[in-house]
């Protein structure tokens, strides 16, 4: 009977997991007598973390880190899964504790998925989990570092000290931190951040980042609040600095070079220079696609973004709006020129505008009552996007984030703007 180590090497769905054991300096440990129960997660669930978050994670500075994570997966003595369904917690190798919960027929080791269990070894036994479970953001902290020094908006430099307690405002900036490898840092989020979907759910909330009251943050204990400068007002922003959080804010440009910016200088924040690098590569990959699709596109389409909460409520993009980029970057021609940022949807606008399609935000259309609700918004059934009932939209958080899936958003929007690209 083989060892854990040689165990999961015989098997198909655990490379990623045996290179991390080897990257982590641990494949002589769990080789030995043991005996070690362990969680372990398949090559799916590594892959959820993402490519950037893995890189990182496995490269020779991270071996701290990788370790101990790897460590919360394994649990003393061999544990059967008849003991297993007994317990309600376990002490980890690593030394904190992971939560056991029998739910009908599943049994689930923190938020994984035991998906199959019992399979033993030399020296123990292994679970099968469908997902990486990562220990307290505190019990994986490298030892203290150099301060980073990061420009914010204003061009300060502000020192970040410690980022182990991140509370997170904005829906891109959000994205960025868990995109970056950081996730398990973040101890809270604005109610604007939906991304990744799992991840933040579970998280608390501290309010619309627009509308902060700095007694919730506070109440997270953050030694670091991210945003950008839409979180407000001032003086709550100000009330966090005073009580001795580091602020960090960077500007909300609705650009390509904006996303990058953002990208790299939270990347700089948090001690991720090489992950923030391989996620603005993997962009301007995706940026680089988008402009082979264009070259297909015969007629480039005249398109209509409205803004809506609810019928009654219709605001047309002009100029200098995230969606107006998110426009042009498709090869489309926002059809809606003649100012800038928002206006009011007016019948004589939308008729002059004659738009070819009408782009929205999923929940927007939604508000109004689908598309049929939206052809009696004014003027709109008048227009050519009405009369074909050309009405495509995108996720909230996705086609106007501004983030690291912008290059994937501006793919998705070609596709919805010239569906025959895909015959």
């Known amino acids: 009977m083989n060892d854990i180590v040689d165990t999961a090497v015989a098997a198909d769905r655990f490379k990623t997991l045996v290179a991390a054991v080897q990257a982590a300096g641990l494949v002589d440990t769990l080789k030995g007598a043991g005996p070690f129960t362990v969680f372990a997660p398949t090559d799916d669930a590594f892959a959820q973390l993402g490519q950037a978050t893995l890189d990182d994670l496995l490269k020779p500075e991270n071996k701290e880190k990788l370790a101990a994570i790897l460590a919360y997966h394994v649990v003393p003595g061999k544990v059967m899964a008849a003991d297993v369904v007994k317990l309600t917690e376990a002490e980890t190798v690593q030394g904190s504790k992971i939560a056991i919960k029998v739910e009908g027929d599943m049994v689930m080791i923190n938020d994984a998925k035991v998906v199959q269990a019992d399979i033993e070894t030399s020296n123990g036994v292994i679970h099968v989990i469908d997902k990486v479970i990562l220990p307290p953001a505190a019990a994986v902290q490298p030892a203290a570092t150099t301060p980073i020094l990061v420009k914010d908006a204003q061009g300060n430099d502000v020192e970040i000290k410690d980022a182990s307690r991140i509370v997170s405002l904005g829906g891109p900036v959000t994205e960025i931190v868990f995109a ?214 995108m996720d909230d958080e996705y086609l106007l984030a501004f983030g690291p899936r912008l290059g994937k958003a501006v793919i998705d929007l070609i596709y919805l703007l010239n569906p025959e690209l895909k015959q």
């Not at 391989?278 to 962009?283: G, N, P, Q, W």
């Open 180 to 393: 970056l490898g950081a996730g398990d840092q973040v101890v809270g989020v604005d109610t604007s951040s939906t991304y990744p979907q799992e991840k933040v759910e579970a998280l608390p909330k501290v309010g619309y980042q627009r509308r902060l009251a700095a007694e919730g943050v506070l109440s997270l204990k953050p030694t670091l609040v991210l945003a950008t400068d839409e979180a407000g007002p001032p003086e709550a922003i100000q009330q966090l600095r005073d009580s001795g959080v580091t602020v960090l804010i960077v500007k909300d440009e609705d650009t390509v070079a904006g996303a990058k910016a953002k990208i790299l200088t939270f990347g700089k924040a948090l001690g991720k220079d090489e992950a923030a690098a391989a996620l603005v590569k993997e962009l301007d990959a995706d940026l680089e696609k988008a402009g082979e699709l264009l070259k297909r596109v015969k007629i480039k389409p005249k398109v209509m973004f409205i803004y809506a909460r609810g019928a009654g409520t219709a605001q047309v993009a002009g100029l200098k709006t995230g969606a107006h980029t998110m426009i042009e970057l498709a090869g489309g021609e926002n059809a809606v020129t003649g100012y800038e940022n928002y206006k009011p949807l007016t019948a004589e606008a939308a008729v002059a505008a004659a738009p070819d399609v009408i782009l929205m935000l999923t929940r927007g259309l939604q508000s109004v009552g689908g598309i049929e609700g939206l052809l009696k918004e004014p003027g709109i059934a008048q227009t050519p996007a009405g009369q074909n009932k050309r009405v495509v939209d």
